[in-house]
Nanobody
Framework: VQLQASGGGLVQAGGSLRLSCKAS????????MGWFRQAPGMEREFVAA????????YYAHSAKGRFTISRDNAKSEMYLQMNSLKPEDTAAYYC???????????????????????WGQGTQVTVSS
């Protein structure tokens, strides 16, 4: 599956952005999907993940209450609605996909980049103070 992330940009603190991840090549209903982010000089960190059917969602502590992950399998798209953005949210955001449902079964597994096989290119989010 090929993944294409979009929707990043420059926003003031407190603002909102909606990231999209367009999948192609396979039925995305066969994939667990997620978002990670990476700031310069930092390791890639987990943001959120969603089950194949969209019924289960998981968030990093930093994203809970502010970000919402969702998916539309009919459109082959996944989204990340980000509200109340903070300067520390500044990073390149990557969408990812994995066939193994077991990826979501533990906090450690779903938050580890190595658990995911497919990655899109990053979309830059910059939050000014």
């Amino acid at each position: 599956v090929q993944l294409q992330a979009s929707g990043g940009g420059l926003v003031q603190a407190g603002g909102s952005l909606r990231l999209s991840c367009k999948a192609s090549g396979h039925n995305i209903g066969n994939y667990v999907m997620g978002w990670f982010r990476q700031a310069p000089g930092m390791e890639r960190e987990f943001v959120a993940a969603i089950s194949k059917g969209g019924g289960n969602t998981y968030y990093a502590h930093s994203a809970k209450g502010r970000f919402t992950i969702s998916r539309d399998n009919a459109k082959s798209e996944m989204y990340l609605q980000m509200n109340s953005l903070k300067p520390e949210d500044t990073a390149a955001y990557y969408c990812t996909a994995e066939t193994a449902t077991s990826t979501l079964l533990s906090s450690r597994a779903r938050s580890t980049p190595r658990s995911y096989e497919y990655w899109g290119q990053g979309t830059q989010v910059t939050v000014s103070s």
